[in-house]
Each structure stands twice: as structure tokens, then as C-alpha cells.
């Protein structure tokens, strides 16, 4: 059914309120005419010859019984207005009864087809965010900025946070702090956010403050204000162990790490990070037993993370270089590859 049809519909159904609400109307004037015509016609001539010897006890009834009144006026009554009243009346009501149930089904149909007409309208909107999700989960950021850079901010949350997170991702370091501020914070200023989605938010938030500003202290913050919202939320850990290792706090980072693996056992960065805290820990450690003890699992959770190939393909190529592993260089070489 199309929309021309169902207006056509409603129009038709329309006309039968009207003519329901007409034969309403005469339904009540028929009520009003059948009682009437009872009142006059047998009951009040009936009320009257029981009551009256009531009312006055020395008058009798003249030996005249209710029987022989109501028959006498029902012999002369005329009944075609009475079984015309009724007949309208009982029209009226099944008019009405379907005019009501039409008229639901109608409304039932309007609102689906309104909502598809909004749901055809933002049908692109959605195709080009998904699009651009698909492009930053690949690390495609230009591709992904020239899907959603002209989408409107106020269609709906997820439009500022991921163009938040493309210039997040473009290396731009320092420089779009300001931007990505702004979009993330009319991401979170959206209504009734569920508490997971303000946990994602405050987790960039606080991403954005450890590398565009290298404010460490308010990273760490807004990550422990994202585990509060979402405490299975791994990236917000993440955010809170990089924190504390830059503010100095080396054992906690490695507690809050592990705090990951036991969440998600295959977050490989988690065990990349481990890797390199273990092998800083054993670079000051001057106890020779624990300096092994802190290599070798150093060396098993690098292992553990390249297990986790090819998800960690920048983790290989950035390993090579990486200064904090430096430690277990020599055990990192002899690891056997696949």
C-alpha cells in the first residue's frame, strides 16, 4: 500500500466519523423518542393509577388495572418511528465501531510510513558513518575524513566522536587539540548517553590529553573516570597504564595492564605494553635472579603479543626500534619465528 492509497483510505474513513457522529446523534434523539414514548404512552398512565390512590387514600383507582392502560396504548401507538430509532441506532454504533478501527490502522500505517520516509532520508548519513568506521578501524584516516567531514555534528553522537578520533589518528601532534576537544565534548553533551558510551568518550578525552598536550595528570584522570562509567572498558586501562608510567608510576601501570588480559586475553597491545614495562623494570633491577626473572617475562609477554598476528603488524615493525625493549634485545633476536 502506498501512501496515496492509505490518504485515500483515511479520507474515505473520514466520512464515516461524519456519518457516524450524524447517526450518533440520532441514535440519542431515538433514545430520548423511544423513552418518551414509553413514558407517555404506559408508564406514567400506569404510575398513575397505582400511585394516586397512594397519594390520596380516599380516591380509588375506579377499578382500572395497569394491564388494561398499557394495552389500550399500546393498540393505538404507532411503532414504524420506534423501529426506524432503533435500526438507526444499531447503524450508528457498527458505523462507529468501524470507522474507529479503520481509523486506527490507518494511523498505525501513516507512522510507518513517516518512519520510513525519516529512516530514507537518513539512510546515507548512517552508509557514509559506517563507512567511515570501517576506514579508521583500517587506519585509513584521509578516506575516512572525506566520508564524514560534511555530516552534521547534531544528527547524532557517534559523528563528532569519530571525526574526533580521524584527527586523532592523523599524527597531527599538538596542533588539533582545540578541534578534537570540541567534538568530543558535543559528543558527550548529547542526552541520555548510556554509561559504556560516556566511558568511550571520556577514554578519548583522556588519549587526547596524553598526546596532544602531554598533560599526564588529567589523561589520568579521565581515564579512571571512564573505567568508573564502564569498568570492562579495556582501552580506558590502557589509557591508565600509559598514564601512570609516565607520571613515573611503573608498578601500578604493570598491575593495571594485567588488569586488561585477565578482561581480554587477546588485547595485544596490552601485552606489548607489558613487554616493555617488564623489560624497564629489569633495567634497574640490580639483583641479578629477579633481573632474569623480570627478562623472561618480559620476553613471554612480547611472545604472547606476536602470537597474536597479523593484528599486530605496526607491533612488529615498530618493535624493531622500540628503545624500552632494548633490554631484551638479544632475547627478542633468538625468538623463533613463525
Not at 210 to 229: G, N, V
Request: include cysteine; proline fraction near 4%; charged fraction near 25%.
Amino acid at each position: 500500500m502506498n501512501f496515496k492509497q492509505i490518504m485515500w483510505k483515511l479520507k474515505h474513513v473520514s466520512i464515516l466519523r461524519i456519518l457516524a457522529y450524524a447517526l450518533l446523534i440520532i441514535l440519542v434523539v431515538s433514545l430520548i423518542n423511544i423513552t418518551s414514548f414509553f413514558w407517555k404512552c404506559s408508564l406514567l398512565p400506569i404510575a398513575k393509577v397505582i400511585l394516586k390512590p397512594l397519594i390520596i387514600p380516599n380516591v380509588s383507582s375506579s377499578g382500572i388495572e395497569p394491564k388494561t392502560i398499557f394495552e389500550a396504548t399500546l393498540n393505538g401507538a404507532n411503532f414504524a418511528i420506534v423501529y426506524i430509532s432503533i435500526l438507526l441506532a444499531f447503524t450508528a454504533l457498527i458505523v462507529t465501531f468501524a470507522s474507529i478501527w479503520w481509523g486506527h490502522k490507518i494511523n498505525l500505517i501513516r507512522k510507518c510510513h513517516r518512519d520510513y520516509l525519516i529512516f530514507k532520508k537518513n539512510a546515507p548519513l548512517e552508509a557514509r558513518l559506517t563507512t567511515a568506521k570501517i576506514f579508521v578501524i583500517d587506519r585509513r584516516f584521509a578516506e575516512a575524513w572525506e566520508e564524514i567531514k560534511d555530516l552534521p555534528d547534531d544528527f547524532n553522537y557517534e559523528i563528532p566522536l569519530f571525526k574526533a578520533k580521524i584527527l586523532f589518528g592523523q599524527e597531527h601532534e599538538g596542533s588539533s587539540f582545540g578541534p578534537i576537544m570540541k567534538l568530543l565534548h558535543k559528543a558527550r553533551s548529547f542526552p541520555e548517553l548510556a554509561e559504556e558510551t560516556k566511558s568511550v568518550i571520556d577514554c578519548e578525552i583522556s588519549r587526547t590529553y596524553f598526546k596532544e598536550k602531554k598533560d599526564y595528570k588529567k589523561a589520568l584522570e579521565y581515564a579512571e573516570k571512564s573505567i568508573e562509567e564502564d569498568y570492562t572498558y579495556c582501552t580506558a586501562y590502557h589509557a591508565k597504564a600509559l598514564s601512570l608510567r609516565h607520571l613515573g608510576d611503573l608498578d601500578e601501570a604493570i598491575k593495571t595492564l594485567e588488569d586488561i588480559i585477565i578482561w581480554d586475553r587477546s588485547y595485544d597491545i596490552a601485552y606489548y605494553n607489558l613487554a616493555c614495562y617488564y623489560a624497564q623494570k629489569s633495567r634497574t633491577e640490580d639483583n641479578s635472579a629477579q633481573k632474569i626473572i623480570l627478562k623472561n617475562k618480559a620476553t613471554s609477554y612480547f611472545r604472547k603479543a606476536m602470537d597474536l598476528q597479523p593484528k599486530v603488524k605496526d607491533l612488529v615493525t615498530f618493535s624493531a626500534t622500540d628503545p624500552d625493549l632494548d633490554p631484551i634485545r638479544t632475547e627478542i633476536n633468538n625468538l623463533p619465528t613463525s
